[in-house]
């Protein structure tokens, strides 16, 4: 290997690694308030989905599981939100918790008996009663009840904007 050459390139090399380098550590700072609108909008695409999922069980069509993934990333991050929410929140996805160990157990058995005592208007209730609070507190601090799309330095350049 000729390594005669790496010399002119290594003003160009220490000015990618270190971009590289600021847009790591700039997105990594992010502000309370920023972190809240994320968790929020995570939470309110998760519910949007689990409601969509519900209305489905409601019509009689395929059990499918519920998403809680989000949810169990950020439950411990909601006490700024209302208590009433808070409270909806984990009986929601406790319901739903409980829906897909026995939508599990169902499959693994290959019964249906396990997934009969599943209130799914219930849990469309309180998934509709989340959504509302959730869009409420996203348009009093966002003004916008859609979530707001993440922009990076390199988004213009990768073609992402």
């Known amino acids: 290997m000729d390594f005669g050459d790496i010399g002119e390139n290594i003003p160009i090399i220490a000015l990618i690694i270190g ?29 949007r989905l689990n409601l969509r999922l519900a209305e489905v069980m409601i019509s009689g069509e395929q059990i499918k599981r519920l998403i809680t ?56 209730n309180k998934l509709t009663k989340i959504k509302e609070g959730l869009e409420q507190w996203l348009l009093s601090k966002t003004g916008t009840r859609e979530p707001v799309e993440k922009t990076g330095m390199f988004d213009d350049l990768i073609g992402r904007r």
């Open 19 to 47: 971009l590289i380098l600021l847009q790591f550590f700039l997105r990594r700072r992010r502000s309370p308030a920023t972190t809240q609108t994320q968790v929020v909008q995570t939470l309110l695409s998760e519910v």
């Open 69 to 124: 993934t989000n949810w169990k990333i950020n439950r411990n991050k909601i006490e700024f939100l209302d208590q009433s929410l808070q409270g909806n929140l984990t009986d929601a996805f406790m319901i739903a918790e409980d829906f897909n160990q026995q939508v599990a157990t169902s499959r693994k058995y290959k019964s249906t008996s396990y997934i009969a005592n599943i209130d799914a208007l219930k849990l469309k």
